[in-house]
């Protein structure tokens, strides 16, 4: 089957960086994906890595070391409006379309 | 347009209704889901529609049905449920390109259904 585990909480201040880590293990493995969901809304989309390294896009960034089994999302710049919960992602057992999500980790950003 | 609609937003019903849920995208795109999200948890897939055709069902109970009317429209029918099937109800969709592994989903704002 899948499991991902993540960090449940993590607390930072306005503009400082922040490190959400992902280790996963898996049936095959398809790539590994982020998603935000604020309280009360829909997860939405980060970013995707289907190999080893750095991806940026704007603020965030996410990595990928296969090797580990490990991911983590990078927020730099934090704003309060970063505050939500993250989600690390991997498709289901034998690559099926879906996914299955890791438990989440709430980010609180504080003034 | 990036916007998948579901309908009602919140919906309370006793353990004999019979209630459905609705989703709805103009993306073009050809896989729907269903995720059920706990409180303080992650969604959970229940259902996969791929090309209008139902894939996979995660071991959901019966008394959850879906319905894929056509490539834009899904439905989730609701009978004899039960207080513990009170959660967020999350539909998504993605292009299923080929093996579908690296679609993006795209989340609807969800129903948030309780069981009384």
């Known amino acids: 089957g899948q499991s991902l585990e993540q960090p449940s909480e993590v607390t930072a201040v306005e503009g400082a960086i922040v490190q959400i880590n992902c280790t996963y293990q898996?049936?095959?493995?398809?790539?590994l994906s982020w998603y935000q969901q604020h309280d009360g809304g829909a997860p939405t989309f980060l970013s995707y890595?289907?190999?080893?390294g750095l991806e940026e896009t704007g603020r965030f960034s996410s990595f990928l070391s296969r090797s580990d089994s490990y991911g983590y999302l990078l927020l730099q710049e934090l704003q309060m409006k970063d505050s939500a919960s993250y989600f690390c992602?991997?498709?289901?057992?034998?690559?099926?379309?879906?996914?299955?999500f890791g438990s989440g980790t709430r980010l609180q950003v504080q003034p | 347009d990036t916007e998948v609609t579901q309908t009602p937003k919140h919906l309370v019903m006793g353990m004999t209704n019979k209630k459905s849920l609705k989703c709805e995208q103009h993306?073009?795109?050809?896989?729907m889901y269903w995720y059920k999200q706990k409180a303080k948890k992650p969604p959970e897939l229940m259902f996969v529609?791929?090309?209008?055709?139902?894939?996979i069902n995660e071991s959901v109970p019966s008394r959850f049905s879906p319905e894929c009317p056509n490539s834009s429209l899904l439905n989730l029918h609701l009978h004899a449920l039960q207080p513990e099937d009170s959660a967020l109800y999350l539909c998504?969709?993605?292009?299923?390109?080929?093996?579908?592994?690296?679609?993006?989903?795209?989340f609807g704002p969800g129903t948030r259904l309780t069981v009384l």
């Open positions: 998504a969709s993605s292009q299923d390109r080929a093996g579908g592994v690296s679609d993006t989903q795209y």
């Open positions: 898996t049936s095959g493995f398809y790539g």
């Open positions: 529609y791929s090309y209008e055709k139902l894939s």
């Open positions: 890595n289907a190999l080893d």
């Open positions: 992602a991997v498709p289901p057992r034998g690559g099926r379309r879906a996914l299955t």
């Open positions: 993306m073009g795109h050809r896989a």
